[in-house]
């Protein structure tokens, strides 16, 4: 553990762990939750906080959003829950977006509100003496790791050099990822003057430069590991560790292939090339083998070898998706497609995903003769959706738990698109995508939700129409969920 103490009030304590199982029990955790799917999204962050806190953490939130005032923007926000538990009582739920990690401006913005909002929040309780925190945005949004240390640290220092941290004692920057760890901590003993060693020293700038442009590809490739899986996922899972793994020198990696070079550094493949590349000897810093002024070439490039992106073990071959041409290895397709046939990549959908949508529900369809506002010389589509009450499966969030039966109507204009949009809804339907099963964000309550595919439920007002933009909306919400 690195701790760095600003003063006798205040201290930064890092090092690499699950954010739900860390060396030291805070008061509050916090995770990252996207705003189109709040707890119904049972991925990374979301799902270890459902798993290890369990339904009350979502009836909680649940609750929070519905005390919020209509068209609130929740991007950026920061809603708070109890957990049930003594420690950690409080959950910090950041609300994030999807955003292209190219689009660095609104990246950066993003992160920035959120933060401060973060920051702000805390003050509101004076129990909170500590906080533990992971690099949000770099998980599933896969945002730029340098850019999210450096926002991080920029946010949480200006906000204690202002005298704004009233009531905090520590800050836990907890990751599950070693590399992560490292890049902070260097970070921060760059800015606090604590004399750190450069990455490279004994490279040409131009070389130090390209080194970090190679580190970052580096953090690029492994940036699925981080809190998209638990941490008994991930490569340390005893079960699946091989026992031949071993660590790479510099990015920390365990895995079962790594090159043992003259000094007696191990690396990865992926940091035997940065040495090729950069005719060096070795990674490491502080290393004698760099001194010696020969042009031995000390690594060898293996062209057989490829690295799967999501697990980073190495393999002869790896199996390239047809579409977009990524690449991953055969036991992270089928976990990874056995639920979503979805590359993890850049999400295009190999097929149509099976929902958790009740599988007795009716819908039916009518065209009717009166129009919707703004579509006064055309008929109206009238959709009804009808499901008995019932009991939840082993797909849903509560097993075994009785949910009540629902009955809901949408409406479309009867127009060419509408008509495409009807086929497009019942194929969804067919497919259990329509509906699911989570905490309703109007009611609080447990049971059939809409499942982010927008309807009209009104013919007019603030759930209806005019609004010449809804179908344009409901086509990509459907193609989000591969229907289309």
């Given at each position: 553990?690195?701790?760095?103490?600003?003063?006798?009030?205040?201290?930064?304590?890092?090092?690499?762990?699950?954010?739900?199982?860390?060396?030291?029990?805070?008061?509050?955790?916090?995770?990252?939750?996207?705003k189109?799917?709040?707890?119904?999204?049972?991925?990374?962050?979301?799902?270890?906080?459902?798993?290890?806190?369990g339904?009350?953490?979502?009836?909680?939130?649940?609750?929070?959003?519905k005390?919020?005032?209509?068209?609130?923007?929740?991007?950026?926000?920061?809603?708070?829950?109890?957990?049930?538990?003594?420690?950690?009582?409080?959950?910090?739920?950041?609300?994030?977006?999807?955003?292209?990690?190219?689009?660095?401006?609104?990246?950066?913005?993003?992160?920035?509100?959120?933060?401060?909002?973060?920051?702000?929040?805390?003050?509101?309780?004076?129990?909170?003496?500590?906080?533990?925190?992971?690099?949000?945005?770099?998980?599933?949004?896969s945002?730029?790791?340098?850019?999210?240390?450096?926002?991080?640290?920029?946010?949480?220092?200006?906000?204690?050099?202002?005298?704004?941290?009233?009531?905090?004692?520590?800050?836990?920057?907890?990751?599950?990822?070693?590399?992560?760890?490292?890049?902070?901590?260097?970070?921060?003993?760059?800015?606090?003057?604590?004399?750190?060693?450069?990455?490279?020293?004994?490279?040409?700038?131009?070389?130090?430069?390209?080194?970090?442009?190679n580190?970052?590809?580096?953090?690029?490739?492994?940036?699925?590991?981080?809190?998209?899986?638990?941490?008994e996922?991930?490569?340390?899972?005893?079960?699946?560790?091989?026992?031949?793994?071993?660590?790479?020198?510099?990015?920390?990696?365990?895995?079962?292939?790594?090159?043992?070079?003259?000094?007696?550094?191990?690396f990865c493949?992926?940091?035997?090339?940065?040495?090729?590349e950069?005719?060096?000897?070795?990674?490491?810093p502080?290393?004698?083998?760099?001194?010696?002024?020969?042009?031995?070439?000390?690594?060898?490039?293996?062209?057989?070898?490829k690295?799967?992106e999501?697990?980073?073990?190495?393999?002869?071959?790896?199996?390239?998706?047809?579409?977009?041409?990524?690449?991953?290895?055969?036991?992270?397709?089928?976990?990874?497609?056995?639920?979503?046939?979805q590359?993890?990549?850049?999400?295009?959908?190999?097929?149509?995903?099976?929902?958790?949508?009740?599988?007795?529900?009716?819908?039916?369809?009518?065209?009717?003769?009166f129009?919707?506002?703004?579509?006064?010389?055309?008929?109206?589509?009238?959709?009804?959706?009808?499901?008995?009450?019932g009991?939840?499966?082993?797909?849903?969030?509560?097993?075994?738990?009785?949910?009540?039966?629902?009955?809901?109507?949408a409406?479309?204009?009867?127009?060419?698109?509408?008509?495409?949009?009807?086929?497009?809804?019942?194929?969804?339907?067919?497919?259990?995508?329509?509906?699911?099963?989570?905490?309703?964000?109007?009611?609080?309550?447990?049971?059939?939700?809409?499942?982010?595919?927008?309807?009209?439920?009104?013919?007019?007002?603030?759930y209806g129409?005019?609004?010449?933009?809804?179908?344009?909306?409901?086509?990509?919400?459907?193609?989000?969920?591969?229907?289309?």
């Amino acid at each position: 553990m690195n701790s760095f103490k600003l003063n006798n009030d205040f201290t930064l304590k890092v090092y690499t762990d699950s954010i739900f199982d860390c060396k030291l029990k805070c008061e509050a955790i916090t995770i990252s939750i996207f705003k189109k799917s709040f707890f119904e999204q049972k991925v990374g962050l979301v799902k270890s906080a459902a798993t290890t806190f369990g339904s009350n953490v979502e009836k909680n939130f649940a609750k929070e959003i519905k005390k919020l005032p209509k068209n609130f923007e929740l991007e950026g926000q920061c809603i708070v829950v109890e957990t049930g538990k003594k420690k950690p009582k409080y959950l910090f739920n950041i609300v994030l977006d999807f955003i292209d990690p190219k689009n660095s401006t609104k990246f950066e913005s993003l992160m920035k509100k959120s933060l401060e909002n973060f920051l702000e929040s805390l003050n509101n309780y004076s129990e909170i003496k500590s906080i533990a925190i992971p690099l949000l945005g770099t998980g599933f949004s896969s945002g730029p790791v340098n850019s999210s240390i450096n926002i991080l640290l920029d946010r949480v220092l200006d906000f204690h050099n202002k005298g704004k941290m009233i009531h905090l004692k520590e800050l836990h920057l907890v990751n599950i990822e070693e590399f992560k760890t490292q890049l902070i901590v260097k970070k921060l003993k760059e800015i606090l003057n604590e004399n750190a060693a450069p990455i490279a020293h004994n490279l040409e700038p131009q070389l130090i430069k390209k080194k970090e442009d190679n580190r970052d590809e580096l953090e690029c490739a492994c940036k699925l590991n981080d809190n998209i899986f638990q941490k008994e996922e991930n490569l340390h899972n005893k079960e699946n560790l091989n026992i031949d793994t071993k660590q790479c020198s510099w990015c920390k990696q365990k895995l079962k292939n790594v090159k043992l070079i003259d000094c007696g550094h191990l690396f990865c493949p992926s940091c035997c090339g940065d040495i090729k590349e950069n005719k060096i000897k070795c990674l490491i810093p502080d290393c004698s083998h760099n001194n010696d002024k020969t042009n031995i070439d000390v690594v060898e490039e293996n062209k057989i070898e490829k690295t799967c992106e999501i697990c980073c073990e190495i393999y002869d071959s790896l199996k390239v998706l047809e579409k977009c041409g990524h690449e991953l290895c055969t036991d992270c397709f089928k976990r990874l497609f056995e639920s979503k046939p979805q590359c993890p990549f850049c999400y295009t959908f190999y097929g149509i995903p099976k929902g958790i949508q009740p599988s007795d529900g009716k819908m039916s369809v009518i065209n009717e003769k009166f129009s919707l506002p703004g579509y006064e010389e055309f008929s109206t589509i009238v959709i009804n959706y009808r499901f008995p009450p019932g009991r939840q499966t082993e797909n849903h969030p509560n097993p075994g738990k009785n949910y009540s039966g629902s009955n809901r109507t949408a409406y479309l204009p009867g127009t060419e698109e509408g008509f495409k949009a009807q086929k497009l809804l019942e194929k969804a339907f067919e497919n259990r995508l329509i509906f699911t099963i989570g905490i309703s964000v109007t009611t609080g309550i447990e049971g059939i939700t809409w499942n982010d595919i927008h309807h009209k439920t009104q013919i007019r007002g603030p759930y209806g129409y005019p609004d010449k933009d809804y179908l344009k909306r409901l086509f990509e919400e459907l193609k989000a969920h591969g229907i289309e």
